[in-house]
């Protein structure tokens, strides 16, 4: 380029990358509604009596929706979600006696509990290596973007005839604008790539990355399907190859759970919070009015942070970070609810405003990020339903663990109870979980590879038997029954 002239090849390289970025936010942007409508129903259950329902439905939902995404594609898994949504919309919105708003509810928790699991897995699939975290973050931000619609929507009909018809059927209308738009969207390119569709993979990498970036994606691709890994470990017999690619998936699945826990764990604790601070300014209308707007308001900021300084700072230094400030609030709201009672100075709005926008920022965000980037591609889409499973299954426990906890010892108590776990929490982060900022998501399963062959080395060593050359020469696979050669799927 002279005197700011570009050449044509620069003036097409350009005119080429907005293209590509075009794309890459539509895709986001259509898969995060999955997030929206997570979130819009996080908020129509947090008050409905058919809370356990709900939970149920999306707990098989995640359940079925892990099988949908590993056989028929997470494109496909998110599609189904959204039918399931609609039709369980509709059923609410319309129902005529109880028992028919029960299925409705359910069908409704079916999409929710795959879509919590999908959306983040397409996303993260579909994503390049330097900002993977911050679009699959797009999906949590929108969760809480949704949330906030539902609390403006429920406030826009607080007098109209028939609300809570009104709250449940607008919960289908952005199910059916994500059905339309991932309609229009290609399958997840790594799962493409798996079921050996391999040019359509590569056509798709090409609209989201440069050559240059997807030729070592699928250079990366090859390597795990042909097992170039570093410091391979010789397997002595199938049932060791079969128990290696079961260490490598609990591997993942427990990551996903750890952080789904220390995600439910909190929730106690963010319960306990506001549920003292209601109490605290139960005679201020306002304060009581606002206090969920402000809440949901606060969790988007906090997402936005996330995705803002995610891929900079890193998962585990949000997540950490994030621990630490929240831990630290605890021992500054529980002295200050105890001193003043039922009439708490104004600045505690101020720390539990600090207390739910640090949450956001780390806690609730980061484990979605994670989950969705730790599992091997193979059985990608089971790992992340199981994890999504655990998620349910923790928020089910999260009410009643609550009201056990604010009932025996109080709600100020409680919290101080629940501070030494919230230390815990930070350091298994930093002992356990992997750091996976900027590494592709082959690099990241073959570091868990790595993780596990360190682990073994020092028994196998000690162990060691005479391998025959051919046994050496064998590639080594993640397959089921460990029988199957390199050519099948990754």
């Known amino acids: 380029m002279e005197d700011g002239l570009h050449t044509p090849e620069e003036y097409a390289e350009g005119r080429q990358s907005t293209w590509k970025l075009l794309f890459l936010i539509r895709l986001t942007l259509s898969a995060s509604i999955g997030g929206l409508i997570f979130g819009y129903d996080a908020g129509v259950i947090s008050g409905a009596s058919l809370f356990v329902q709900a939970i149920v439905g999306a707990i098989v939902g995640a359940a079925i929706g892990g099988w949908i995404s590993d056989s028929h594609g997470r494109r496909t898994s998110i599609l189904v979600a959204d039918l399931l949504s609609i039709v369980g919309a509709i059923i609410m919105a319309f129902a005529p006696v109880p028992r028919v708003m029960i299925i409705g509810r359910i069908l409704m928790g079916l999409g929710v509990g795959i879509l919590s699991m999908a959306s983040p897995l397409y996303i993260s699939e579909a994503s390049p290596t330097r900002i993977r975290g911050a679009l699959v973050g797009t999906n949590w931000l929108l969760y809480t973007v949704g949330n906030l619609l539902f609390y403006l929507t429920n406030l826009a009909f607080t007098k ?164 630490l400030v929240t831990f630290l609030l605890q021992f500054v709201l529980v002295p200050t609810f105890m001193a003043f009672g039922n009439h708490p100075s104004k600045y505690v709005l101020l720390c539990v405003g600090a207390f739910i926008f640090s949450y956001s920022t780390g806690i609730a965000t980061v484990a979605w990020i994670v989950s969705s980037e730790v599992y091997p591609l193979r059985n990608r889409g089971m790992c992340a339903g199981i994890a999504a499973v655990s998620y349910w299954v923790f928020k089910l426990l999260v009410n009643p663990l609550f009201l056990v906890f604010k009932n025996s010892l109080g709600p100020d108590e409680a919290m101080l109870y629940f501070a030494p776990f919230s230390a815990m929490t930070g350091a298994y982060v930093m002992l356990i979980i992997p750091e996976t900022k900027r590494l592709p998501l082959e690099e990241v399963e073959n570091m868990l590879i790595r993780l596990l062959e360190s682990e073994k080395k020092p028994i196998e060593s000690s162990q060691a038997l005479p391998v025959p050359d051919s046994a050496r020469s064998r590639p080594r696979t993640c397959q089921a029954g460990g029988a199957r050669s390199a050519d099948t799927n990754v």
């Open 160 to 323: 109209a005839p028939g609300t809570w018809r009104w709250l449940v059927g607008v919960g289908g209308i952005p199910a059916l604008v994500q059905l339309i738009l991932m309609f229009l969207l290609p399958e997840s390119p790594r799962w493409l790539y798996k079921q050996n569709r391999e040019e359509e993979a590569v056509d798709i990498l090409l609209k989201i990355s440069p050559q240059h970036e997807v030729s070592k994606v699928v250079e990366s691709l090859k390597a795990l399907r042909e097992n170039k890994i570093a410091n391979p470990i010789v397997l002595h017999s199938r049932s060791m190859q079969m128990k290696e690619c079961v260490a490598l998936t609990n591997r993942g699945i427990l990551t996903g759970i750890l952080y789904h826990m220390s995600q439910q764990y909190w929730a106690v604790n963010m319960k306990l919070v506001l549920y003292r601070t209601a109490t605290g300014f139960a005679s201020n209308k306002m304060v009581l009015l606002a206090l969920p707007l402000v809440t949901s308001g606060l969790g988007v900021l906090g997402s936005i942070v996330t995705i803002t300084f995610v891929d900079r700072i890193g998962r585990r230094p949000m997540m950490v970070l994030s621990v």
